[in-house]
T-cell receptor
Framework: AQSVSQHNHHVILSEAASLELGCNYSYGGTVNLFWYVQYPGQHLQLLLKYFSGDPLVKGIKGFEAEFIKSKFSFNLRKPSVQWSDTAEYFCAAGSNSGYALNFGKGTSLLVTP | KAGVTQTPRYLIKTRGQQVTLSCSPISGHRSVSWYQQTPGQGLQFLFEYFSETQRNKGNFPGRFSGRQFSNSRSEMNVSTLELGDSALYLC????????????FGEGSRLTVL
């Protein structure tokens, strides 16, 4: 069955620390991959997406993600987090066959000053 | 360009009642998806509509239903509410069907007492 799993449910970091959030997917064939962020009290918004091409994808606010096909992974990274990055992060995957996006259960990130 | 609009934003119901939630997609978007978001479970896919037809359906009981109108606006209905239906219900729109980028509304937070 198609699925998305996120490794960490809760992460606490100090400002300026580096961030890596794990995401693995279980899909056959071509897959589209996304990271969404939900800031407190706000709607989900897209951080970055991968459809094809360069496996290193850059998104908004200094985030990037790397698609590693052999590992079925799409990990999110940021070299130096800020307090304003406190949010919930969701990895999502979908195929081009017309089915809906599947989301992971999310990772809650708390950045302390 | 207006975003995805969901109404009502908050509502409280009692067990056994039914509820209808509404979603207006971004202008020009023809696909509308619905997700249920609960703590620890992330986003679980309910259904997706395109051109007034349900194209995909998640693993939810028949108490959950929806429809899409000719102007792409969508409604979802939950009948015979249960305590476990308390959640944030998210609507997302996209240009086309399937695994493209989703644009989310702020959600309708349903509390069942």
């Amino acid at each position: 069955a198609q699925s998305v799993s996120q490794h960490n449910h809760h992460v606490i970091l100090s400002e300026a620390a580096s961030l890596e959030l794990g995401c693995n997917y279980s899909y056959g064939g071509t897959v589209n991959l996304f990271w969404y962020v939900q800031y407190p009290g706000q709607h989900l918004q897209l951080l970055l997406k991968y459809f094809s091409g360069d496996p290193l994808v850059k998104g908004i606010k200094g985030f990037e993600a790397e698609f590693i096909k052999s590992k079925f992974s799409f990990n999110l990274r940021k070299p130096s987090v800020q307090w304003s990055d406190t949010a919930e992060y969701f990895c999502a995957a979908g195929s081009n066959s017309g089915y809906a996006l599947n989301f992971g259960k999310g990772t809650s990130l708390l950045v302390t000053p | 360009k207006a975003g995805v609009t969901q109404t009502p934003r908050y509502l409280i119901k009692t067990r056994g009642q039914q509820v209808t939630l509404s979603c207006s997609p971004i202008s020009g978007h023809r696909s509308v998806s619905w997700y249920q978001q609960t703590p620890g479970q992330g986003l679980q896919f309910l259904f997706e509509y395109f051109s007034e037809t349900q194209r995909n359906k998640g693993n939810f009981p028949g108490r959950f239903s929806g429809r899409q109108f000719s102007n792409s606006r969508s409604e979802m209905n939950v009948s015979t509410l249960e305590l476990g239906d308390s959640a944030l219900y998210l609507c997302a729109s996209s240009l086309s069907l399937g695994a493209g980028e989703l644009f989310f509304g702020e959600g309708s937070r349903l509390t069942v007492l």
